[in-house]
C-alpha cells in the first residue's frame, strides 16, 4: 500500500463524504426541529439531480458550446434545481407532516415513507426506469496533480463547494435571526412559540434550506457519476441518514463528522487490508490499557466519600482495576456489599473482556495481514463503523445534548 | 375602566372530562401586580395557557386592553405583549445568556429573510440595539449577569440565576402583561426576597404582572391583590391579607391538605 494509493482513497472518501454531508444535514436538521426522520429526503436529493440534469439536457448544451455559455447553463441548472426542490421540499412538509404534527409519531414517520415510494414513481412515471444521463458537456474534466496523485478537479469542486455551503450553514445557524430561531425552536418548540418564533415559518425554512443542500449535492452527484437513477436516492438517503446517527442525530457538526467518517471509512475499508486494521486494533488496545490502568481507577477513587477514604480502601480500589480478573473476579465472588466496590469489580473485568477482544483481534488481523476486502464490503464497511461506534456512544459521536430539554 | 390591561372573561378549559378551569373571570389593571394562588391543580397553570395562546378556552374570551386574543397563536399574544415564565424552568439551555435574551426580542425584530441572508446594514445596525437592550435588561439584575457571563451557555448558570434569566428573557418581549409561573420556586429564602424585591422593582418600572405562588412570604410582600382558585373556579379575590383569612380559601388550602394526608 503506498502513499499515493492512500492518498487517492482519502480524496475520494472525502468526496464522498461531503456529499453524504450535503444530504446529511437536511435529515439532522428535520430532526433537530421536529424529532422526526424525513425518509422522503432521499428522493429530495434524487429530485435535485433529475431536474438539475434535465435542465442541462433541455438547453442542448453540447461539446461545441462556448465555455461562456456553457457556464450560464451550468448557473441557470443549479438555479433552477434550487427553487423546484426547496419548494418541493417545503410542500412535502406541509401537505405530509404539517396535518399530522399533533399525531403520534409513528404517524409522521409512516406519512414520510410513504411521501418516499410516491416521488420514487413520480419519478418513475415522468422519467421512465432508465437512469437519466447527465450531459458531460458541462462536467468539468481537469485533474490536479497533488504530491503525484492525480486528482480530478471535479472531485476538488465537490469538496470545496461543499465546504463553503457548510460555512454557510453554520453561519446561518449561529449567526442570523432565523438561526436563533431554529436553535430555539429544536430545543423547546413550544417555548419558542410562546416567545414570540413563528415556529412554523421556521420549520418550512428548516424544510427548505436542507432540500437545497441536498438538490446541490444531487447535481453534484449527476456529475460525478454521470447519470442518476429513479432510486439513487434511497441508497444516498440511507448511507446520509446512518452518518447523521453516527454523528448524533439534531446535531449539524455532528452530520458532517460523522459523513466524513462514513465516506472515509468506505474508501479505506475497500483498499485497506487487515493488517493495516491490526494496527488500529493495537492503537485501541494501548487506550484501553490506559483507561483500565490509570484512568478509571484515578476516577473511581475520587467517588470514595471523605469519611471513608483510607489508603487500604483506595489500594483496593485500584488493585481490582490493575490486577483484574484475580482481585476483581474475588470481589464479585465475596459476600461484600459495598456498592462502589461491587460497581468498581464489575467495570474493571468488563474493561479487562475489552482488552482481551482487542487483543485478540489485533493477533487474528497480523495473521491475515495480507487479506483485502472487496469493494461489495463498502456497504458492510460502513454500517459496521456505525455499529462499533453506537455501542460506545448511543447518542452519536457529537450527540449528547439531544434529551436535554425536559 | 378603561386602564383595564387583561379581562379574563368566564373562561372554561376542560381537559376529558376535567374542568381545569371553569367559568373563569378576573381582570388586572396596568400597573399592578396580582398574585394567582390556589392548591396544586387548582388550575393556575391552565389559566396561565389560556392566556398566552398555548390553549384557546373552549368557551369565554380573554381579552388583552380590549381587544380579543382567544385563539391566536403563542407568537402572535407575544407579538401583541405577553409574555411569560415557566413553572419548570424552559430556558434554551445550548444557547448563550445573551442569545436567550435576544430569542426573547424576536418577535419585535424587523429584519427578514432576506436581510439575513445578505447581511443587509439595516440588520447589523438592528443586531446592534438588540444587543444594547439585551444588555441594559440583563442590568437590570444587578450582580447577576456580569459582562463575562453574556456568552456561557445559559445551562451553566446556576439554578436561581436560570430562574432570573427566564424574567430576563420574557422582558425583551416588552410586555404589556408579564405572567411568571412560580418565580421563585426552589429557591432559599434570602434568594426568594431579592426576587421578590425585584417583582416590586418590576412594577416601579411601570410593568404589570400577574404572578402565580405559592410562597406566602412573597405573595403578601409583593402583591396588590390576589386572586384564589379551585378546582378551576375562582373563590375569592381581594387585598392579600382578606384573601388569606377568607374561610373558603382556608378550606380550600386546609380541606385539599387533610385529603392529602389521608390518602
Ligand atoms: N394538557 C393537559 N391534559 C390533561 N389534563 C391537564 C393538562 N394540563 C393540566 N391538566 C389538569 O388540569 C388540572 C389543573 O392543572 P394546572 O397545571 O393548571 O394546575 P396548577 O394550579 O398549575 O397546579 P400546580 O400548583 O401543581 O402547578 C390538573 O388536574 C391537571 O392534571
Ligand atoms: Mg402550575
Not at chain 1, 261 to 270: D, P, Q, T, Y
Not at chain 2, 87 to 113: C, D, P
Request: proline content about 3%.
Amino acid at each position: 500500500m503506498t502513499f499515493e494509493h492512500i492518498l487517492g482513497l482519502t480524496i475520494s472518501g472525502l468526496t464522498v463524504g461531503m456529499i453524504y454531508a450535503l444530504i446529511a444535514l437536511g435529515y439532522t436538521m428535520v430532526y433537530g426541529v421536529l424529532q422526526l426522520i424525513n425518509f422522503a429526503h432521499g428522493e429530495v436529493f434524487t429530485v435535485g439531480g433529475y431536474i438539475a440534469a434535465t435542465t442541462l439536457i433541455y438547453t442542448g448544451v453540447d461539446a461545441t458550446t462556448p465555455l461562456a455559455a456553457k457556464i450560464g447553463y451550468f448557473a441557470l441548472a443549479l438555479i433552477v434545481s434550487i427553487v423546484l426542490t426547496s419548494f418541493l421540499g417545503w410542500m412535502i412538509e406541509r401537505v405530509a407532516y404539517r396535518p399530522l404534527r399533533k399525531q403520534s409519531r409513528i404517524t409522521a414517520l409512516l406519512s414520510a415513507i410513504g411521501m418516499s415510494i410516491v416521488l420514487q414513481n413520480l419519478l418513475v412515471i415522468i422519467f421512465g426506469p432508465e437512469p437519466i444521463i447527465m450531459p458531460t458537456a458541462v462536467v468539468p474534466t481537469g485533474f490536479i496533480e497533488v504530491f503525484g496523485v492525480r486528482i480530478r478537479l471535479l472531485q476538488v469542486i465537490i469538496i470545496v463547494t461543499s465546504l463553503v455551503l457548510m460555512g454557510l450553514l453554520a453561519w446561518i445557524v449561529k449567526g442570523t435571526r432565523m438561526g436563533k430561531a431554529m436553535r430555539a425552536t429544536s430545543q423547546d418548540m413550544e417555548a419558542a412559540e410562546m416567545m414570540g418564533i413563528e415556529t412554523n415559518l421556521t420549520i418550512s425554512f428548516t424544510f427548505i434550506v436542507g432540500s437545497a443542500l441536498a438538490s446541490i449535492g444531487g447535481f453534484l452527484v449527476a456529475m460525478y457519476y454521470g447519470s442518476l437513477q429513479y432510486d439513487t436516492g434511497f441508497l444516498y438517503g440511507l448511507k446520509a441518514f446512518t452518518a447523521a446517527v453516527l454523528g448524533g442525530i439534531g446535531n449539524i457538526y455532528g452530520a458532517v463528522v460523522g459523513s466524513l467518517i462514513l465516506g472515509l471509512a468506505e474508501n479505506w475499508g475497500v483498499g485497506v487490508t487487515l493488517g493495516v486494521l491490526a494496527w488500529l486494533f493495537v492503537f485501541g488496545l494501548i487506550a484501553g490499557l490506559y483507561v483500565q490502568i490509570l484512568r478509571a481507577p484515578g476516577e473511581r477513587v475520587s467517588h470514595i466519600a471523605e469519611e471513608f477514604r483510607t489508603p487500604e480502601y483506595e489500594r483496593l480500589i485500584r488493585s481490582q482495576y490493575q490486577l483484574a480478573p484475580v482481585v476483581a473476579v474475588k470481589t464479585l465472588l465475596s459476600e461484600r456489599t459495598d456498592a462502589l466496590v461491587h460497581v468498581s469489580a464489575r467495570h474493571a473485568v468488563r474493561l479487562m473482556a475489552g482488552n482481551i477482544v482487542l487483543g485478540f483481534f489485533a493477533v487474528l488481523f497480523f495473521m491475515n495481514g495480507e487479506m483485502q476486502f472487496a469493494s461489495k464490503w463498502q456497504h458492510v464497511i460502513s454500517f459496521a463503523v456505525l455499529m462499533a461506534i453506537l455501542m460506545f456512544r448511543p447518542s452519536g459521536i457529537l450527540g449528547d445534548n439531544i434529551q436535554e430539554k425536559v | 375602566m378603561s386602564d383595564v390591561v387583561l379581562d379574563v372573561h368566564s373562561a372554561t378549559k376542560t381537559f376529558g372530562g376535567l374542568k381545569a378551569v371553569n367559568d373563569l373571570s378576573f381582570q388586572i389593571h396596568a400597573g399592578e401586580i396580582v398574585s394567582l394562588i390556589g392548591p396544586n391543580g387548582s388550575g393556575k397553570t391552565t389559566t396561565f395557557n389560556l392566556i398566552s395562546g398555548v390553549y384557546e378556552p373552549d368557551s369565554g374570551d380573554v381579552l388583552l386592553r380590549g381587544e380579543s386574543i382567544a385563539g391566536l397563536r403563542p407568537d402572535q399574544v407575544y407579538a401583541r405583549g405577553i409574555s411569560r415564565t415557566f413553572q419548570m424552568l424552559r430556558l434554551f439551555s445550548n444557547m448563550s445568556v445573551m442569545e436567550n435574551v435576544l430569542v426573547g426580542m424576536h418577535g419585535r425584530t424587523q429584519a427578514n429573510i432576506i436581510d439575513c441572508m445578505f447581511h443587509t446594514p439595516r440588520m447589523r445596525r438592528e443586531e446592534e440595539v438588540c444587543v444594547e437592550k439585551a444588555r441594559a435588561i440583563l442590568a437590570q439584575f444587578p450582580g447577576r449577569f456580569p459582562e463575562s457571563r453574556h456568552d456561557q451557555p445559559a445551562s451553566s448558570l446556576s439554578y436561581a440565576n436560570r430562574r432570573r434569566l427566564e424574567i430576563a428573557r420574557a422582558l425583551a418581549g416588552e410586555p404589556k402583561l408579564l405572567l411568571l409561573d412560580e418565580p421563585v420556586a426552589g429557591m432559599n429564602p434570602m434568594e426568594s426576597m431579592e426576587v421578590m424585591q425585584q417583582i416590586r422593582d418590576l412594577k416601579e418600572a411601570g410593568h404589570t404582572i400577574l404572578m402565580i405562588e405559592h410562597d406566602m412570604k412573597v405573595i403578601m410582600g409583593a402583591s396588590d391583590r390576589v386572586i384564589a382558585m379551585d378546582h378551576g373556579v375562582k373563590l375569592a379575590e381581594g387585598a392579600p391579607k382578606d384573601v388569606a383569612n377568607d374561610p373558603a380559601v382556608v378550606e380550600a388550602y386546609l380541606g385539599r391538605r387533610g385529603a392529602d394526608t389521608a390518602s
